[in-house]
């Protein structure tokens, strides 16, 4: 099957996107993007340069000279803004709790769409992020729209905390989500919400692989499909 395919995957922080989305990937053999990396890396740079989030003008003058790789290593994939690996930098506390603010502008995620595009063009791609079925693939072939109490998904993170060793706070944890969700939903460009052709998923008493084989199974339909056709 030559024909490229895209899976896009969307829903609220912690609902299983980027670990479901990598599983996909790997199976398939497909390209995975996470879009989110991307706000994350911008917002990292933005912060170093200490310019204020709410500086829309400054904040898409700054993408515009800055260069953001994926790259697909043994050890999962690695995110290079300007050649410096900040895989890890973008996943701090101060980073997850400005990304919003940074992604709401019209500016930005113009940019930042177009730049996704081009790296979904012309090959088959799993894509995560808050608009991927939305705006960034419309016409992806399979959307699936994650979700899951906001319960679990503190618990989700509060987990992931412990597991590296950190002390983690259940409460500011859950805090933290319901606010960034709370901005992504609001925001006046491509908010977070489910495509109508999306397929809606509740992961909250699932397991990865379970959410996986789900996904799997919408691929299956779609290239069985395209045999018959
Ligand atoms: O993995 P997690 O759910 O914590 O977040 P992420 O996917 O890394 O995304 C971080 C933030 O980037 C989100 O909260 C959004 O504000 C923004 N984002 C976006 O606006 N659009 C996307 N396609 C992906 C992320
Ligand atoms: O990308 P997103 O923020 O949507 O979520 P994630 O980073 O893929 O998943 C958050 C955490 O929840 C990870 O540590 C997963 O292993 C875990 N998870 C889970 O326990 N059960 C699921 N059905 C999905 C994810």
Do not use: C, W
């Amino acid at each position: 099957n030559t024909k490229e395919l895209a899976v896009a995957i969307d829903g609220p922080a912690a609902a299983g996107k980027s670990t479901v989305a990598k599983l996909v990937a790997s199976e398939l053999a497909y390209i995975y993007i996470d879009t989110g990396a991307m706000y994350r890396a911008l917002t990292l740079k933005v912060l170093r340069e200490q310019i204020p989030p709410d500086d829309d003008q400054a904040i898409s003058d700054l993408l515009a000279k800055t260069d953001m790789q994926l790259e697909q290593g043994d050890s999962g994939q690695h995110v290079l803004m300007d050649g410096e690996d900040v895989t890890e930098a973008i996943r701090s506390e101060y980073v997850t709790n400005n990304v919003s603010h940074v992604a709401k502008h019209a500016s930005v995620r113009k940019e930042m769409v177009q730049r996704q595009r081009e790296l979904a063009n012309k090959r088959s791609v799993v894509m995560d992020g808050r608009d991927i079925g939305t705006h960034v693939i419309p016409d992806a072939e399979v959307k699936i729209f994650l979700k899951a109490s906001v319960e679990e998904r503190a618990k989700r993170r509060y987990d992931e905390n412990v597991k590296k060793g950190f002390t983690a706070d259940f409460e500011k944890l859950k805090e933290e989500i319901e606010q960034r969700d709370q901005i992504d939903s609001k925001r006046e460009v491509a908010p977070l919400v489910k495509a109508n052709d999306a397929i809606e998923l509740d992961t909250t008493d699932l397991t990865i692989n379970q959410v996986a084989a789900s996904v799997l199974e919408e691929v299956s339909k779609v290239l069985e499909t395209r045999r018959d056709g």
